[in-house]
């Protein structure tokens, strides 16, 4: 079984910037991709981006594509968002999960093994 734990929330401002990690222990040959995901209080959890974990190919939800880049190191089994430009719509507590890359909708699906999560608050 994965683990997964999520770092590197805060608060800033908008138009600031955070790096949100994610690192896996356990059985990390269980999974072949991750994938970020975010919940604003009241609303629904939201896809933000997903990475295939050999290969590197990436998948980004459009409300946060240009601005966000997901990134790994396999070394590390660790994940990355960095999230540039922030807007306060981007508020949110940020998952991340192991799942299973899917080439016919070029996503990370099955999501499983969610984290805890980290807060981002962004501030106009």
């Known amino acids: 079984q994965v683990r997964l734990v999520e770092s590197g929330g805060g608060s800033v401002q908008a138009g600031g910037s955070l790096r949100l990690s994610c690192e896996a222990s356990?059985?990390?040959?269980?999974?072949?991709?991750v994938g970020w995901s975010r919940q604003a209080p009241g609303k629904e959890r939201e896809r933000v981006a997903s990475i295939y974990r050999h290969g590197g190919t990436r998948d980004y939800a459009d409300s946060v594509r240009g601005r966000f880049t997901i990134s790994q190191d396999n070394a590390k089994n660790t994940v990355y968002l960095q999230m540039n430009s922030l807007e306060p719509e981007d508020t949110a507590r940020y998952y991340c999960?192991?799942?299973?890359?899917?080439?016919?909708?070029?996503?990370?699906?099955?999501?499983?093994?969610w984290g805890q999560g980290t807060q981002v608050t962004v501030s106009s």
């Open positions: 356990g059985n990390t040959a269980g999974f072949n991709c």
């Open positions: 999960a192991a799942g299973t890359w899917s080439w016919t909708s070029m996503k990370c699906q099955g999501l499983r093994s």
